[in-house]
């Protein structure tokens, strides 16, 4: 077996917003890399790709041609890698939780057979517990960014109308199950396929929400409600409905937690925009970070113990070829 292989860029070598631009454009061919045995991590804020030496030969040069990006060799140094990645260590908001989702939904189209399958779960698995053992959580996350917004558009007792929440994937369906609606007269899910999502999400939350289409909603103007987009899946059909939409609706506060912000601030005029990049966003990472980054030094050398004692596991590396002038005898 070749040495495993892994090349990444993320956040932190470049702009968040470029890496969202960059990650969107690559997370495509993921199903085509994973049956090259390839493993393709792409959040908004990392384009990652691990596997079989052979296999990964030509990905910089095809993945990465607009950046510089890192190499990592070998099966320990990988899991450790990715299990720190798990564990939030490698997040915009340290500590989050979403990210060990992602990492195990981007595993499920390898052949569990591949060694990079079994490494990445296992890293998985280190990272989460590593975080649950050291207390890495972060002290909100989207849901309370959201929450703690929702707070201050509406003071001094005032109460608000609906909650419209635009799109139905795993942050906006994890949202409603938190109760970010709670303080809402009602709460409503805007999709293009009301009828297939019922169901599933009827099995999901007990929370009451209503589904509508994008048309359907800014029949009249409701300066008492708030949007939260949360869905990058919009092209511009979709786009120009959800835009005339709003603009009917006139909320009191648009918060887009998109990587790539769907709607453009020109657009909107007098509505409050909140993007990902905004400084009111920017605000709640700063003080969860600078609230739990000292206790990342202790969660990697927990991550880095844990990987240790799992070595036994691992596929060993190729054994050093000899090379010599003399003929073989």
Do not use: W
């Amino acid at each position: 077996m070749t040495e495993l292989l892994g090349l990444y860029v993320d956040h932190q070598m470049t702009s968040p917003f470029a890496m969202a631009q960059h990650s969107a454009k690559i997370k495509p061919i993921a199903n085509d890399l994973a049956r090259c045995g390839v493993l393709l991590v792409t959040t908004c804020l990392r384009v990652e790709a691990y596997g079989d030496e052979r296999a990964l030969r030509n990905t910089d040069s095809a993945m990465f041609s607009d950046f510089s990006c890192e190499r990592i060799e070998g099966a320990a140094a990988i899991a450790q890698r990715l299990a720190e990645i798990a564990a939030g260590a490698h997040s915009q908001i340290l500590g989050e939780n979403y990210i060990g989702d992602q990492l195990a939904k981007a595993t499920e189209c390898l052949d569990p057979n591949l060694p990079i399958f079994q490494i990445a779960r296992l890293a998985i698995d280190v990272g989460r517990a590593a975080r649950e053992r050291q207390g890495f959580i972060a002290s909100f996350n989207y849901d309370q960014i959201v929450r703690d917004i929702i707070a201050d558009r509406f003071q001094d007792g005032e109460l608000p109308d609906c909650l419209y929440m635009i799109g139905a994937g795993m942050l906006g369906r994890e949202l409603v199950r938190s109760g970010v609606g709670e303080r809402f007269r009602s709460t409503v899910i805007v999709t293009r396929n009301p009828k297939n999502l019922r169901k599933r999400l009827r099995a999901m939350t007990d929370k009451e929400f209503a589904l509508v289409r994008p048309a359907e909603i800014g029949r009249v103007p409701e300066p008492r409600s708030i949007v939260v987009i949360a869905t990058a899946d919009v092209n511009e059909e979709y786009l120009a409905i959800l835009e005339n939409a709003l603009l009917r609706l006139e909320p009191r506060t648009i918060l887009d937690l998109s990587s790539i912000p769907v709607l453009s601030n020109t657009a909107f005029g007098k509505i409050k925009y909140v993007t990902m990049y905004d400084e009111e966003f920017l605000r709640f990472i700063d003080k969860n970070n600078e609230h739990i980054s000292p206790k990342l030094p202790t969660l990697c050398s927990d991550i880095e113990a844990t990987i240790r004692n799992c070595k036994s596991i691992f596929p060993r590396r190729r054994p050093a070829v000899p090379h010599t002038n003399s003929p073989t005898e």
